[in-house]
Every structure is written in structure tokens, then in C-alpha cells.
């Protein structure tokens, strides 16, 4: 049974609202905004039983802790560590983001392009990495605290930058990536591990807002490059039979039309400006549903979005594709990097259209006067592939990655195509459940 850990971020701040640098100081304490924002939070996980509850020692993210614990069922004491405090820039506490920015100018570049490189020459010429300590804190707290939880929940209330190290450092995004996931105030991530840290882990979603009234995180730089919503068709009747699809062009069943509908109604309100499917029956009815809000979006396929081809495994259930192929099975599940299916396709091969795919995408749409916004709706394995290779992952990687049926990840080009994208959110269901938890069938690709 996997351990969940729920991840929150402490609500909004004065520091944040006033948009000065907090690090490890402690002076900054919840706005208004923040005390109500964490009370949702508490209402939100109130039917979650909680097995285990830490946050920073830091006031800011321990008053949004004890908010949410008067809203839960018979919780454990929340347990403040040191090990969950926020990144530590001491030359740069208290200071405005702006002045940081002009004072530090040659600093705060490599702060936001090469986050690992940055470091800050303290007393008697110490040099301090803050972003390579704070993922190294981060690993640190895994491996104490998981042993205590196998197969339990834990809560976790901490900050940005420690959120970051502690997502990243768990799936094994590279720290180079620190500025390329998002942490909105209150946002809730969700991850599930297999065992202990070091055993495979997956991100079942990032950044979730929806519960705050606000369906998608909002951008961090509106007037450059494109926006991406990257969706996973709806549910087929194979999904929900656990029967390999690959290739085969099965179409949606009714829950994943009402599925769909749901995912229109999510985004019905968001200006789109084009759309691109998977020719499949499956995503292109998906996207279908969702652009009957949109009549004016032509809707365009791209081949090279179609779902791995799994070859002869297609049509058939685990325990047929065990008796035909011994072993072959728990290998892709293992090591899915080096399976090549039989008479089908390996994950590589996979890997080099979606992402060819995707960068064209990107490119057609970076150089437009104003900023686009579109859908690119397409399959499991595809979507995987693609938010993989966004956050610096490998192959390897593969299923440290959930995609629900009719799910929602939100890509951000800030900078447009001279910088590196930011996932701002990952696997979003709430619009499907009304929960905090993906509740899509986990059928076969």
C-alpha cells in the first residue's frame, strides 16, 4: 500500500503581499487573505484521515498548520521541524524583490537560470548554495520520515522553495529545475510512494488551486510566450477494463464523454485560441466536447500525438500479456525504458515524436503579438512523456508521472521559447471528483 503525503503551502503572507524576499525570517505573518485561505485548506482535507502532521517552525507556515488542524478528524499533533524551514538567503532577507534584482543584478541572474550554481559568499568568505542545501534538506527529511508512514498519509504545511526540493527531490527532477514547478499560496500537491525514499514515487498532482476559487494557477509573466493545457483523453471501456489500448482506436465510453463535459465546463471560462488532438477517436472526441464551448477554435491533429503502439500486447489484460510474454510485463513496469513491445514500439521512439511534436507545437505558437493560450489534448503515455521531458526527466522516469482520464496540466512559457518552461500545474481532477485526489480509473495505457 503506497504512503501518501499531502503537501500544502502556507498562505499568503505579508512579505508575499508586499513581494519582499522572507527566506528564513520570521517576521512575516499571515494577511487576511492567508487566514481565510488556509481555512479552505482545512475544509478541503477535513475528510482526509491524517496519520502524520509537520510543518516549518517558521510562524507563517505553522499558523497556516494549526488553522488546518482544527478542521480535521481526530488529527495527530502537528510536529514543527527544522527540516521543512525555507530556503536560507540571508544577504537577500527583508530586502524587495525589485532591489534584489537591481543590487544584486549578476546574483539574481544566476539565481534564476542556474539556481544550483547560485551561491552567496557569507562572514569570513563562506560560500553558501542555498538551493543545493535546501534540495540536500529535503532528501534529508524523506529519508527520516518515511519509514514512520509506510502505508499511511502525511501532511506536510511548509513553504515554496522547501515544497519545490521536496517534490523534486522525491520523483528526481534535477535541481537545475528548482524555477520550473509552481507553488501558488495554499495550493495542495499530492505524492505516493511505493517504500522509503529512493523507491519509485509518483507525482499525482502539483499546484492545485481549484479549491481557492481559482480553477488554474495564474501565470508568472502574462506578457511573454504561450500558455499549454495538456489533456488526457476521457475514460474508454478498456481503460476501465485495465485492457491495453496502444494503437487501437477505441472510443470514448459515457463517463468519459460526462468526462468531457467536464473538463469544457472547467475551462469554459478560458479564452483558448487553438487547439491540437491525437487524430485518435478518443482525444479528438475529447477535445471535441471541450471546444463546444469554443466554436470559433479550429481544431488541428498531429500524427505524432497517437498513443504507443504496444504492438501484440494490444486488446489483451495483464494476466494475458503475462502468459504470453513471461516477465515481460513486470519489466515494463519496473524498467519501462527498456522494454521494446513486441511488434510495437519502445518508450524512446515514444519519447522522440512526443517531444518533436510538442516543440513544434511551442514554436508555432511563441511568436504571435500577443500571448496564446491553447488545449493539446492526447493519451497516457504521450502526456507522460512530454511533462517528463518538461521537468529535465528521462525515460527512466516514465511513471513518476500520473495522467488521469480528463486531467489538466498547465504549462507556462514566461519568457517564451528563450527559457525553460514552468509547470504550473500537474494532473488536475478536481473539476472531475470535486476532490483533492484523482478518482479516474488507473486502466491500462
Known amino acids: 500500500m503506497a504512503t501518501r503525503v499531502i503537501i500544502v503551502r502556507h498562505g499568503q503572507s505579508s512579505y508575499n503581499a508586499q513581494k519582499m524576499i522572507q527566506g528564513r525570517c520570521?517576521?512575516?505573518?499571515?494577511t487576511q487573505k492567508g487566514i481565510e485561505d488556509a481555512q479552505i485548506v482545512g475544509k478541503t482535507l477535513s475528510g482526509v484521515q491524517i496519520d502524520g502532521f509537520y510543518c516549518s517552525p517558521l510562524q507563517r507556515a505553522k499558523k497556516t498548520a494549526d488553522i488546518i488542524y482544527d478542521y480535521l478528524n481526530n488529527p495527530p499533533d502537528v510536529q514543527p521541524t527544522e527540516q521543512l524551514l525555507e530556503i536560507d538567503l540571508p544577504l537577500w532577507e527583508k530586502l524587495h524583490k525589485q532591489n534584489v534584482a537591481q543590487q544584486y543584478a549578476e546574483d539574481y541572474r544566476t539565481w534564476k537560470q542556474h539556481p544550483h550554481q547560485f551561491k552567496m559568499i557569507l562572514a569570513e568568505g563562506k560560500e553558501h548554495y542555498p538551493v543545493l542545501s535546501l534540495y540536500q534538506q529535503a532528501q534529508q527529511f524523506?529519508?527520516?520520515?518515511?519509514?514512520?508512514?509506510q502505508g499511511k498519509t502525511i501532511l506536510i504545511v511548509a513553504h515554496n522553495g522547501i515544497n519545490r526540493c521536496l517534490i523534486m527531490s522525491a520523483i528526481g527532477i534535477p535541481v537545475e529545475r528548482y524555477h520550473s514547478i509552481q507553488q501558488s499560496n495554499c495550493?495542495?500537491?499530492?505524492?505516493?510512494?511505493?517504500?522509503?525514499?529512493?523507491?519509485?514515487?509518483?507525482?499525482?498532482?502539483?499546484?492545485?488551486?481549484?479549491?481557492?476559487?481559482i480553477p488554474l494557477p495564474t501565470t508568472r509573466n502574462p506578457h511573454f510566450g504561450p500558455r499549454l493545457l495538456l489533456i488526457r483523453h476521457g475514460e474508454t471501456q478498456w481503460n476501465r477494463e485495465s485492457r491495453f489500448q496502444g494503437i487501437?482506436?477505441?472510443?470514448?465510453?459515457?463517463?468519459?464523454?460526462?468526462?468531457?463535459?467536464?473538463?469544457?465546463?472547467?475551462?469554459?471560462?478560458?479564452?483558448?485560441?487553438?487547439?491540437?488532438?491525437?487524430p485518435m477517436l478518443r482525444p479528438k472526441e475529447t477535445a471535441e466536447i471541450i471546444l463546444q464551448h469554443h466554436p470559433e477554435v479550429t481544431l488541428t491533429t498531429n500524427s505524432l500525438l497517437q498513443e504507443i503502439c504496444h504492438g501484440l500486447w494490444e486488446g489483451k489484460l495483464e494476466t494475458e500479456?503475462?502468459?504470453?510474454?513471461?516477465?515481460?510485463?513486470?519489466?515494463?513496469?519496473?524498467?519501462?525504458?527498456?522494454?521494446q513491445m513486441p511488434e510495437g514500439e519502445n518508450l524512446q521512439q515514444v519519447w522522440d515524436r512526443a517531444v518533436a511534436a510538442w516543440e513544434d507545437i511551442v514554436a508555432t505558437y511563441a511568436n504571435s503579438d500577443s500571448p496564446q493560450t491553447g488545449i493539446v489534448v492526447a493519451h497516457d503515455a504521450i502526456n507522460k512523456v512530454i511533462i517528463c521531458y518538461l521537468l529535465g526527466l528521462k525515460p527512466d522516469n516514465f511513471w513518476n508521472i500520473k495522467q488521469g482520464n480528463g486531467a489538466v496540466s498547465v504549462i507556462d512559457y514566461p519568457n517564451g521559447l528563450e527559457d525553460k518552461p514552468v509547470l504550473q500545474a500537474i494532473n488536475l481532477t478536481t473539476h472531475l471528483s470535486g476532490g483533492i485526489l484523482d478518482r479516474t480509473a488507473a486502466g491500462a495505457l
Open 321 to 339: 500479456i503475462e502468459a504470453s510474454f513471461p516477465g515481460l510485463l513486470a519489466q515494463w513496469q519496473k524498467a519501462p525504458e527498456t522494454v
Open 187 to 213: 495550493c495542495i500537491n499530492v505524492l505516493n510512494f511505493t517504500g522509503s525514499y529512493g523507491e519509485p514515487v509518483q507525482l499525482e498532482s502539483l499546484n492545485q488551486t481549484s479549491h481557492l476559487g
Open 26 to 30: 520570521d517576521e512575516s505573518v499571515l
Open 142 to 149: 524523506w529519508q527520516d520520515i518515511l519509514p514512520q508512514y
Open 248 to 278: 487501437r482506436d477505441i472510443p470514448l465510453n459515457d463517463n468519459g464523454r460526462e468526462q468531457g463535459r467536464k473538463a469544457g465546463e472547467f475551462l469554459k471560462d478560458l479564452k483558448i485560441d487553438f487547439a491540437v488532438t491525437s
